[in-house]
């Protein structure tokens, strides 16, 4: 199993881009988006425990992509860490943590996702540096 790293700079406070993770209005501009793709579902239940589904209509894809998770840690505004999983790809849960470290008016989001398994390695780095990117547009 691979673990990956994907970090990016912010031109925003860290209480801003840590937020839109976990609000739907947001996160269905950027989160599990494709180029081509319209979230078609956002249902966010921010809080541990608390569980996430995102829909993706891809027509490329030949429908919805469906990704799901729970949140395990939600400490405003240093770090979130949830599970993540696409079962219609691979139902294997993953990790995801993210940490949010404020730089004067600015943030860096290191992005740690743990559990992928080696043929979607390279993929899921490619995914999460196209969201991460698709954030700070959204933000902006």
């Known amino acids: 199993m691979a673990e990956l790293t994907v970090t990016h700079r912010y031109p925003f406070a860290a209480e801003k881009v840590f937020d839109a993770w976990l609000d739907p209005k947001i ?61 219609q790809f691979d139902a294997a849960d993953t990790t995801v943590a993210l940490t949010f470290a404020a730089d004067g008016d600015s943030c ?12 979607w390695a390279k993929s899921t780095v490619e995914g999460w540096t196209m969201i991460l990117a698709g954030l700070d547009a959204s933000l902006g």
């Open 27 to 87: 996160a269905s501009r950027f989160l599990f988006t494709a180029p081509g793709g319209e979230i078609v579902r956002c249902d966010i239940d921010a809080r541990p425990g608390g569980r996430f589904t995102i829909v993706d209509r891809r027509e490329d894809m030949g429908g919805d992509v469906v990704h799901v998770g729970e949140y395990l840690e939600i400490d405003r505004p240093r770090r979130l860490v949830f599970t993540f999983a696409v079962p």
């Open 108 to 119: 860096v989001v290191t992005l740690h996702h743990t559990g992928v398994s080696e043929e």
